[in-house]
């Protein structure tokens, strides 16, 4: 295993594991503590990377100025031999999984369109690909798992969070689009930081140093989303790990993740995943993949919730 890395001076604790490895792709899992939220040293991959966080946040900074936020509802993508420097806002670590391929699994061959350099450094992943993300988690943690079932569900959710980071910026307005991103970014940051806070489009107004009518309208357009549905999904996002992994009280996780009644978080989560947090522990529970399947096709095409 590597060294730990540092940010700055101050070593960062990291645990690492290698969970599933064929020719082209391996599946990671990373747990990072920092001692700091100073931005860390440049550093490059050797293969593509998606990092798909299931708790915390962290940082990647590709310039001065210029970064993202990775947090349970994104994928960051780190190309190959490019610089960077990770950071840990507020200090408190992530945990992910992390899916590391070479040229033969490119975004081109993927799906048969555009290459990595077509790519954003992150995407605000489908309800769909966040389940998948988490089912993948379950079954790599099977003593008696399928290598054929690990790899398939793993191709499928490095193509879904491919797909949720084409970009289509072009060299145009290009200093425009950056102001736009970095303010968005500030905003991700703090929801990330606290997810569950009583939010309000002036309190992140005022981060992102926008009036709030100009926020919403520049949040829907660079995200995709309305900015008060993607507050809900991060909530929705950071609570999943806990409905899949808890009890049959609901109660103690809807108040963690922010809402004000297990009545209240279960209708947003029928909303966002499409079927009750108790139909979906019984999909997952179950070798009937197919069954989650059809759940997460059923999801598709629903209107973003507002």
Partial sequence: MPPAPKLGNEPVKVIRKTLFENGSLQIGWVDTHPLSDVCGDVERQSLNVVVLPLSGLFSKHDAPGRHVIGTPSHAVFIASDTPYRIGFPGGIGDRALVLRFDESLAPDRLDGRASVDALASSGLLASSAIVLRDLLRLRLQEPERDGFEIEALALDLLSMSLRAMRTADAPRRRAAIALRKRAVERVKEAV???????????????????????????????????????????????????????????????????????????????????????????????????????????????????
């Fill in 192 to 306: 990330a930081l606290a997810p569950a806070e009583k939010w309000s489009v002036a309190r992140l107004a005022g981060i992102a140093n926008l009036s709030p009518f100009h926020l919403c309208r520049v949040f829907r357009k660079t995200v995709g989303t309305s900015l008060y549905s993607y507050v809900l999904q991060e909530r929705l996002a950071r609570s999943l790990e806990s409905v899949l992994d808890g009890g049959d009280d609901l109660t103690p996780i809807a108040l963690d993740a922010g809402f004000s009644s297990h009545s209240h978080f279960t209708a947003r989560f029928r909303g966002f995943f499409g079927c009750t947090p108790a139909a979906l522990r019984r999909a997952i529970g179950t070798e009937r993949v197919a069954e989650l399947s059809k759940i997460m096709t059923a999801q598709r095409g629903r209107p973003a919730l507002t």
